[in-house]
């Protein structure tokens, strides 16, 4: 079956622009997560969606950085006011609920901010 | 609070040669823990993952690691690497909660030569 996809896989910003990353989950994983991984670093954790419930929000570097989705379908992640700093590769991952907690990760979203 | 180093930023092996990737993680309670490993340009993909019994697991593409509670690690090894192991592999525990996130180690990039 279809698995998480990413769009665009690439985009370069001016500084200042916003920016809207978009991640369609696998059908019925109720769980979703953005990571944002900066060169020779590792995953770091944005926010978390499971279902209805409260985002997990612990992760948002700061006000500029927001997410939302619809129910368990798409997410977007929207980064207001780039900063050369955001330049990075954004992944989503989903999960589906009550299995073995495997996140299925998507390829990711390049950002280049300019 | 959870997190996991990754000590080895790169490592190159000669192709037909066993590997050995470190990891170790720091952690409250008995955790979960991943093996992810991520080529240019793609999203992760989950090689292996521990969470209860046998102390030795076997993943996709001949892997396998080990958990020690003792030392806290969770190396993964592999008995021949072939050219196209050559990816960047990522560690990660996570906790019994189930909707926790992973927290993830910063990556060893492995290289094989002829």
């Known amino acids: 079956g279809a698995g998480v996809s990413q769009s665009p896989s690439n985009k370069v910003t001016e500084k200042g622009k916003d920016v809207e990353l978009r991640c369609d989950p696998i059908?019925?994983?109720?769980?979703l997560y953005w990571y944002r991984q900066r060169l020779g670093q590792g995953l770091e954790f944005l926010i978390y969606?499971?279902?209805?419930?409260?985002?997990?929000k612990s992760g948002l570097p700061s006000d500029r950085f927001s997410a939302e989705r619809t129910g368990e379908s798409v997410s977007t992640l929207t980064i207001q006011r780039t900063q050369q700093e955001d330049s990075a590769v954004y992944l989503c991952?989903?999960?589906?609920?009550?299995?073995?907690?495997?996140?299925?990760f998507g390829p990711g979203t390049r950002l280049t901010v300019t | 609070a959870q997190s996991v180093t990754q000590p080895d930023i790169h490592i190159t092996v000669s192709e037909g040669a066993s590997l050995e990737l470190r990891c170790n993680y720091s952690y409250g309670a008995t955790p979960y823990l991943f093996w992810y490993v991520q080529s240019p340009g793609q999203g992760l993909q989950l090689l292996l993952k521990y969470f209860s019994g046998d102390t030795l697991v076997q993943g996709i593409k001949g892997f396998e690691a080990e958990f020690k509670r003792s030392q806290s690690s969770f190396n993964l090894r592999k008995p021949s690497v072939h050219w196209s192991d050559a990816a960047e592999y990522f560690c990660a525990v996570g906790g019994y909660s189930g909707y926790s996130t992973l927290t993830f180690g910063k990556g060893t990039m492995l290289l094989v030569s002829p």
């Open positions: 991952a989903s999960r589906l609920t009550g299995d073995t907690y495997e996140q299925y």
């Open positions: 969606f499971q279902g209805n419930s409260a985002p997990d």
């Open positions: 059908s019925g994983h109720t769980a």
